[in-house]
């Protein structure tokens, strides 16, 4: 079933050692099928280099598992609250990348300083607040982290800012489709290095000017995009 979804979330899960992202088991994947409305991620404690496509798990929205011998990833009441609340987005990625985990760790948003930055984001990349005691006790600790995610975003639109800095935990990734949910990963990961380096150099830097920003945000982005090739290149 779905054997294209599973393979989809099977290499985006690959792709997250391969680029550095994570260590031992700290990190997944999911890639989501809206018209069955199921998704595939990875399972739950299971090294990389022991993943196979079958071994991914096929979870619902409602939460019921529809496919896998293995338990899923523990974060995927997070990554289904994404998706229901996200419905453009086609797959999410969790990691413990180092300097974006720094933040995360902090409790600090990344602040918008530079092109590279500006070509992902159209602003700080946002932090969410510390999650409650009874949040984090009551059960659904992995759900409320998607709560508080939803959150942050009441006034910002996911296309826009298409990670978040969970506080005190870790960042995740969306997009259209997982695998550039991993690209997000990859550029959040370049981003939090180079901002850290920045505050070092200039512990006062101000954030970008906003003509700066917007070029660059805009020219990858929105009905004005003319950064790449078009489709029929």
């Not at 338990?71 to 998706?83: G, N």
């Not at 984001?121 to 009551?138: H, L, Q, S, W």
């Not at 800012?161 to 259209?176: C, D, I």
């Not at 700066?212 to 950064?227: E, I, Q």
Request: proline content about 6%; charged content about 20%; some cysteine.
């Amino acid at each position: 079933m779905l054997t294209e979804l599973k393979r989809e979330a099977y290499e985006a899960n690959l792709a997250l050692p391969q680029q550095g992202l994570i260590n031992l088991t700290f990190g997944n994947a999911s890639a989501i099928d809206r018209d069955r409305a199921i998704f595939a991620i990875k399972p739950s404690g299971v090294e990389y280099h022991e993943l196979t496509p079958e071994m991914m798990v096929l979870v619902d929205l409602e939460g019921n598992q529809v496919e896998g011998d293995l338990r899923p990833s523990s974060d995927t009441p997070t990554h289904r609250r994404l998706f229901i609340a996200f419905e453009s987005i086609g797959g999410v990625v969790h990691t413990h990348s180092s300097h974006a985990t720094a933040f995360a760790q902090a409790g600090r948003e990344i602040p918008l300083f530079g092109t590279t930055h500006a070509d992902y984001f159209n602003g700080d990349i946002p932090v969410t607040r510390k999650m409650t005691p009874a949040e984090i006790g009551d059960g659904a600790y992995e759900w409320e982290t998607g709560n508080v995610i939803v959150e942050r975003f009441a006034t910002l639109d996911p296309a826009d800012f298409p990670a978040v800095l969970v506080n005190r935990h870790a960042p995740f990734t969306w997009s259209g489709a997982v695998a550039k949910a991993v690209e997000v990963a990859v550029a959040v990961e370049c981003i939090a290095h180079m901002a850290l380096m920045s505050l070092q150099l200039e512990p006062s830097l101000p954030r970008i000017e906003k003509e700066l920003l917007n070029k660059h945000f805009k020219r990858k982005h929105g009905p004005d995009a003319y950064y790449g090739q078009n489709e029929s290149c």
